[in-house]
């Protein structure tokens, strides 16, 4: 029997078991990133489905950006929990990038502007297709400004420019 490597595209396909939600536990491997947005150990969290991540990413306009704690905190506010899971969100969020490109290479459009979408603390993602400088490109065209700052990059000032306000509780 062989196995066939699922696309990236395919790989954006909701489960039918997700969303889930749990109680965050320590031995989390989000644990700590979820903490730090604020749930604490034995609070509700969710895991969500690709879909959900996406339907967030495709409603950031040219000159607005997002982060992933964002699109957590969004999350956790639409399933009445205290968090999402990060690790889940940032996987969902690099195999997005990968099913645009992907797609784009089969002549399809996914509509999904994933260069808007940063690490936290404005962070460019180097696990985007074509790594940080791919994603700086994108960035400049629409007019941020990116700073270098060791082997790490970010959007100068990107707080200024986020779609949604992660404080706003």
Known sequence: MSYKKKSWQEKLQ????FPKVLNLE??????????????????PIVLVNAGEIIE??????????ITIVEICKEIAR???????CSLTTGIFIMTAA?????????G??????YWRTLKADGY?????????EAQQRLLEKEGFKIIRKGKKSFVEN????????????
């Open 26 to 43: 320590k031995r989390f491997p989000c644990y700590n990133a979820v903490h730090k947005m604020g749930a604490e150990e034995g609070d």
């Open 56 to 65: 967030i990413m495709k409603r950031i306009p040219e000159g607005r950006l």
């Open 14 to 17: 909701d489960k039918g078991n």
């Open 124 to 132: 460019l993602n180097e696990k985007y297709p074509g790594g940080i």
């Open 78 to 84: 639409k399933h009445h929990v205290k968090g999402c």
């Open 158 to 169: 990107y707080q200024n420019y986020l779609a949604f306000n992660a404080d706003n509780d």
């Open 108 to 113: 399809k459009i996914l509509g999904i502007p």
């Open 98 to 106: 990968n099913a645009v490109k992907e797609a784009a290479a089969e």
